[in-house]
Structure formats: structure tokens, C-alpha cells
């Protein structure tokens, strides 16, 4: 079972997982530092044990193995050629100090001599603290937590006041097997990886509001499907299913509108038949043909009023299509009935490929630009078909002729009409798509100021736009439609 939670019990768990994700960081940190220090102050106070060991011959502590030099062994050890020793490499770093405490009585009271064979590293001794004031003891164990700082496997030679030298191994305290486990670096991945996660579910969740609103805010994807899938959070979902009752309530006022028209439409045909009958009767030819007039006008205006209704409703499903010939064949109807309308193919540009060794004549750069009749779009052919039909007829309406072109990127298709009339102002051209609404030269032009209601309202449907520019020789009408 699929849990569905609301936006503000998921803001309640991102906040308390972010909380937890970061006391997990800082306690891993902090355990670390402890357990570090712990480590170096076990192999500090190893350093101090030893230094009793070697001193008074006490029993070394558990981790620390002694072992007394060969006579042989000590002459190398005493002239310091521990390079020489059975058990030191060649690639081995040998790092020489000395301790003592200097008395009021004598140059030297104490004295200790150390050799740290490690095959890691040099020590740097210049780190330790050390005094002529300090005690033997206190500069091994300082010696002891350095090589466990360092975190390297080294073997300590000793000799305390000319004795024997002694061989010590003590990695089972300093070594790099008894370094405790470094959570810091986990420490700092927690709160990065965290973050992510966050910002992640924050994306998915904005991601699913800013896609259901690129849907709304097209009204063709919008009408493309009866209802939208409830997706994303529980107030996304209530508001999907708002909406979606919304579509359903308006789809059915739409259907209502649309018999209720088509049923004035049907019951004002017979009245109108019987009007039109009797106007036939009168013998006044003057009265009869402006009776006749007004029957067709009151038809056709109530024919107009129902093709809005239904381009409205967007009954028609969509499918994949060339706009091309789609355009080709409404323009093709209008040149079989005699009308001056033109399509018009869009022009390659040209490149030249002139350079200093050679100069060649400007070609066609096909490959630039997206061939006309290559254009596919999903749409609805017969809602499509109208709203070109619509503007090829304004257009020869106001204009001497017509000329269609067709114009194309990867999301959007463009069908603009040319008229060839006289101008309009910016006012006139915006208004023209109000309903009923024709422009002012329209005095002795039939029609009823809907053809333009009709072509905005589909082209809003597919996602597009009907706009209008003023051109140099009179008009041109851009239909857009997006084409997926």
C-alpha cells in the first residue's frame, strides 16, 4: 500500500531527518576525537612504562616486547651503525635522539639514548617538547605518542645510562593496528549525503507542482486527456481532483450550451424555412430580397454561434500529422474555387565558403534549416483545418490575395497569412478576436465577427497563440501551435 503524505508531514520528516543526520555527524566526530586522544595518551603513558622498565628491570606492561642485544649486536648498536643490524632493511629510516637532565653537581645526570627503525618514515623530532628540565621518562613517552600520531609500525632500540642496549616492540600500542577506526571522514560524508537526499525529495516534490502547472498553462495538453492522474503530494492530489471535477462540470455546461443551441438552431429552421416560404409569396422583389437578407443572416449568425460552441467543447482527439499538407490541401481548395491564395515555401539560407586559397559562389546550407513539408506536429486536423480556413478568408475579406508560409523550431510550429489590405492601428488589430467584433472597413463584407473567436480559441487549444502584425504591404495573421 502506496503511503501518500501531505506537504507538511514530508517538511516534518526532512526536518527531523536533517536534525538526526546531524547529531549523528557531530557525535561520530566528537567520538573519534575521544577515542584519538585516548590512543595517544594509552601510548604516552606506554612511553612512561617503558622508562620504568628499562630503568628499574620491572616486568613491561601487556603490548611492549624487550629484548636484550647480542654482544655483537651491541658493539653496532654502541658505535651507531644500526643500518648494519640483521634486522633492519636497507630502505629503512633510522631516526637517532638522545635525553638527559643536566644537575648542578654533574654535566650530565641522566642520560638515554634512542634509535626508532621505521620503514615509513623519518621522524620529525623537532615536533617533540623537550627540555633540559624534562625528565627521560617524560621525552619517551613523548617519543611514544609521536610515533603513534604518525601512525607507523617502527621498533625502538633503548639504553639508559651505558646499559645494554634493548630492543623494544610496542606496535601493538602505537602501531597502526591499534590506531582506532577515523569516523571523521564518515562524519562530514553524513551531512553531504543528507543534503542531497534533501535537495533531491525537495526537486521531486517542486518538480511535480511545476509540471502540473506547465500542463494548466497550456491549454492543449490541458484538453488533451479527460482528467489528470492524482500524482505528488496529498495537496497536489486534492487539488488534481479539483480541477479534474472542474473540467468535468465545465465539459458538461459546454455540452449543454452546445445542444441547447443546436436545438434553438434546429427550431428556428423550421419558423425560418416557413418565413423564407412566404417571403417567396410576396411580389414586392425590393421587401423580398431584404427578408430574405435577414433570414440568412439570422441562419447564419446562429450557425456561427454553434461552430464557436464546438470548437469550444474540443471533442476532437489529436494525432500526429504534416502540417504541410495540411496547409497544401486548404490552400489547394481555395485556388480550385478561384481565389488568390499562395503557399509560400520557406528559403535556404546561403553560405559561402570563400578562404584565401580558394573563392566559390554562395550554396544552399539545407542542413540549417528544417524543410517545410517535413513538419510534424500533433493536433487536431479538423479544429486545425478551421482556424486556417478562418484566417485565409479574413484574409481575402480584406485583402487583394492571400500568401501562407509555414515556420518551425523543435517545439513550436508557426502558420502566418499575408494579407495585402489597408492597414489597422495596434487597437484595431486586438480587438479583432473579441466575438462579433469586425473591423471598421467591414460595413459591406459579409460575416458575423466569429471566424477569429474560432481560429484563438483552437489555437489556445494546441497550446499557441493568434496574434497579428502590421507588415509593409498590409497584414499578417500568425497562428502558433505547439507541436507535441
Known sequence: ??????????????????????????????????????????????????????????SPIDGLQLTKLSLPLQRLAEAGRFSQLPEVAPADHITLMSFGVTSSTSNIGQRMALAVISPDLKYPVAELEQSKQTAPGANLASVTRLLASYCANATLFITYENRPWIRVDGNAIWGCEAAPTDYRLLAVAIPILALAVLSALIANTSSAFVSFASILSGRWSARGSASYTPEGPRELRAMITAINAHRQAEGESLSKRAMFLSGVSHDLGTPAARLRLRAALIEDDELRQKMDADIDHMTGMIASVLDYTQSEMNIEKPRKMSLFSLVDSVVADFQDAGYPVTLQEQEAKKISTWTIFSDSKPTSLRGALLKTNRIIVTAQPLSLQRAIINLIDNALKYGRKAIVSLEASSEIASIHIDDFGTGMSEDEIGSLTAPFKRGENAASIDGFGMGLTVATTIAEQHGGSLYFQNTSDGLRATLTIARQ
Open 1 to 58: 500500500m502506496k503511503i501518500i503524505l501531505s506537504l507538511q508531514m514530508r517538511a516534518t520528516i526532512w526536518i527531523i531527518s536533517a536534525g538526526l543526520a546531524g547529531i549523528l555527524s557531530s557525535w561520530l566526530w566528537m567520538y573519534s576525537e575521544a577515542q584519538w586522544k585516548q590512543h595517544l595518551h594509552k601510548s604516552y603513558m606506554s612511553g612512561l612504562s617503558l622508562f620504568e622498565t628499562v630503568r628499574d628491570g620491572t
